[in-house]
């Protein structure tokens, strides 16, 4: 079955060190790898897709079909980085269909 | 165009009792997801639609729950006979219909759900 793992509920890092949010996923098809971000009081919204191979706000994300993971990362965290964020699996071609991640509450401390 | 728009924001109700959630898209999108989210938990996908034709219903989606999208823009979420295990936080969302877009899902704020 289709499944998404972050394994850290918090991280917490101070503004400047380096950041690095787990992702790992199960599925045995060609998967299509995104995260989602949530900052305070806000909507939940899409941050990168693996597809686009960008980088957004100094994020990236690169998708390891060998270790099936999409751990996201940034060299300097920032304090305005503080936010949910969630990894989602899409499956089954252009269906639409995510599977989330429990998410991951990046803390990042003066 | 102001995004995803859902309503009512946040809904308290006896238990027992039925709610209705409407969902209203970005126009240029065709296709409309709803999910719901517990505390401690990502979104979990209840059902989408493309256009009118509701495709997919997950098996979170008991038969008290039904949504509909009748003429393929705004969207109702129902619940009858609403109990305690349904407060969640109701998530709709929107997309392009298929090729590179159809996975870039934009969220509404949510219908936050408090059954007493």
């Known amino acids: 079955a289709q499944r998404v793992t972050q394994p850290e509920k918090l991280l917490s890092v101070f503004k400047g060190a380096p950041v690095e949010l787990k992702c790992n996923y199960s599925?045995?098809?060609?998967?299509?790898l995104f995260w989602y971000v949530q900052y305070s009081r806000q909507r939940l919204q899409l941050l990168l897709r693996h597809i686009s191979r960008e980088s957004i706000k100094g994020f990236t994300a690169d998708l390891n079909k060998g270790e099936t993971s999409f751990h996201l990362k940034k060299p300097f965290a920032q304090e305005e980085d503080s936010a949910m964020y969630y990894c989602?699996?899409?499956?089954?071609?252009?269906?639409?269909?995510?599977?989330f991640g429990k998410g991951t509450k990046l803390s990042v401390k003066p | 165009d102001t995004g995803v728009s859902q309503d009512p924001r946040h809904k308290i109700t006896k238990r027992g009792q039925n709610v209705t959630f409407r969902c209203d898209p970005i126009?240029?999108?065709?296709?409309l997801y709803w999910y719901r989210q517990t505390l401690g938990q990502g979104p979990e996908f209840l059902t989408y639609f493309q256009n009118e034709a509701q495709l997919e219903k997950s098996r979170l989606l008991s038969d008290r729950f039904s949504a509909e999208r009748p003429k393929g823009s705004f969207s109702t979420l129902e619940i009858q006979r609403t109990e305690q295990g349904d407060s969640a936080m109701y998530l709709c969302?929107?997309?392009?219909?298929?090729?590179?877009?159809?996975?870039?899902?934009?969220f509404g704020a949510g219908s936050r759900l408090t059954v007493l």
């Open positions: 126009s240029e999108h065709n296709r």
């Open positions: 969302a929107s997309s392009l219909g298929a090729h590179s877009g159809a996975n870039v899902l934009t």
């Open positions: 989602a699996l899409g499956y089954g071609g252009s269906q639409g269909n995510l599977i």
């Open positions: 599925y045995s098809g060609s998967p299509e």
